[in-house]
């Protein structure tokens, strides 16, 4: 998404109005349009960059340093009990705008399910499959199929060395 489309550039540079919560020279954070809770709160680079992983080290340290100085100050006003703090990468992932962006969202002892619980389904792994997931991941290498299952991972990373240290 170009930049001069992308709806957090134009909050970023104030041709898009928001409830602006906080800002610095690198970082605004703004309330959440559609808050899952009172206080939901968005914190985004001024920088236009599509995903986290877009982002130079230093300016995505800058951006967190941010998300948990904003998880405090809304934790504090909402008088929450808790905080989720949610970052998602590309489409598949449900990332609504190609803009790098944390959820900063009060949460409270009476609401439903809490954290990951409460978006996705807990897919059981024997040892043998974390380890080699482990190791896929510290390789660096991912499976050559877009459709990703632990089987699939299993599959293709057993067919290279079987012998790892899982020490990291």
Do not use: W
Request: charged fraction near 25%; glycine fraction near 8%; hydrophobic fraction near 40%.
């Amino acid at each position: 998404m170009a930049e001069e489309k992308c709806l957090f550039c134009g909050i970023a540079t104030g041709k898009v109005p928001a409830k602006k919560v906080y800002e610095d020279a690198k970082t605004i954070a703004f309330l959440d349009i559609n808050p899952r809770n009172p206080g939901h709160t968005l914190v985004v680079p001024k920088k236009h960059y599509e995903t986290l992983l877009d982002m130079p080290d230093k300016e995505a340290v800058n951006l967190f340093a941010s998300v948990k100085k904003l998880a405090g100050q809304v934790m504090t006003a909402m008088k929450a009990d808790g905080i989720s703090i949610g970052q998602s990468n590309g489409v598949a992932a449900g990332q609504l705008v190609q803009h790098v962006h944390f959820h900063v969202i009060p949460r409270f002892m009476n609401e439903g399910p809490i954290g990951l619980e409460g978006i996705l389904q807990v897919k059981k792994m024997d040892d043998k499959m974390l380890d080699q997931v482990a190791n896929a991941i510290k390789k660096g290498k991912m499976p050559a199929s877009k459709q990703l299952t632990p089987e699939k991972i299993v599959r293709e990373s057993a067919m290279e060395d079987e012998d790892f240290d899982l020490d990291i």
